[in-house]
């Protein structure tokens, strides 16, 4: 087997609200890390404020060797491996310079799903751990779906991040 020469940025998914904590887990453990954050807006009742938030909610990207990638699955909040066609998903050094060069222009940014879904659509989970399963959106707020999903001949509620949902 050939020795693995080059770093790649790795996809992993966090648990929710997790993303900064992880960031400093895997930095203090000498790994590369890569959170792109924005500023948005937020209101609550009594005042408005600017906020650094994740760019990709539940993601953190890490520049690492595939080998190592179980290594970083052990860091405490990390959740799984992004997964595309079977293989561990990278982002690409053109996609890492767009989202940087789009970053600094401060413009703020709304991360949507390939397919917009809606309450009611059918859906296939996509990765996680779910993965392959088949189900209906019920409810559908920005960050979190809540699918019925068939599972083993009964209906399960679960509460999923609509990155992980493809619409059939």
């Given at each position: 087997m050939k020795p693995e020469t080059n770093k790649n940025w790795y996809a992993f998914y966090t648990k929710s609200r997790?993303?900064?904590k992880v960031k400093d887990l895997l930095?203090?453990?000498?790994?590369?890390?890569f959170l792109p954050m924005q500023k948005v807006m937020r209101q609550w009742s009594d005042r408005k404020k600017k906020v650094e938030v994740p760019l990709f909610n539940s993601y953190i990207f890490v520049n690492t060797y595939e080998h190592q990638i179980p290594e970083v699955l052990q860091i405490p909040g990390i959740s799984?491996?992004?997964?595309?066609?079977?293989?561990?998903a990278m982002l690409h050094p053109k996609e890492y310079d767009l989202i940087n060069r789009f970053l600094a222009t401060g413009l703020t940014i709304e991360v949507m799903g390939a397919?917009?879904?809606?309450?009611?659509?059918?859906v296939k989970v996509?990765?996680?751990?779910?993965?392959?399963a088949f189900g209906q959106v019920t409810k559908a707020n920005p960050n979190k779906f809540m699918v019925s999903l068939d599972l083993l001949g009964n209906v399960m509620r679960v509460e999923l991040d609509p990155a992980l949902l493809k619409k059939i």
């Open positions: 997790h993303e900064k930095e203090r453990r000498g790994y590369e890390v799984w491996s992004i997964r595309h066609n079977d293989k561990p397919d917009h879904i809606d309450a009611g659509d059918k996509m990765d996680g751990p779910l993965k392959g």
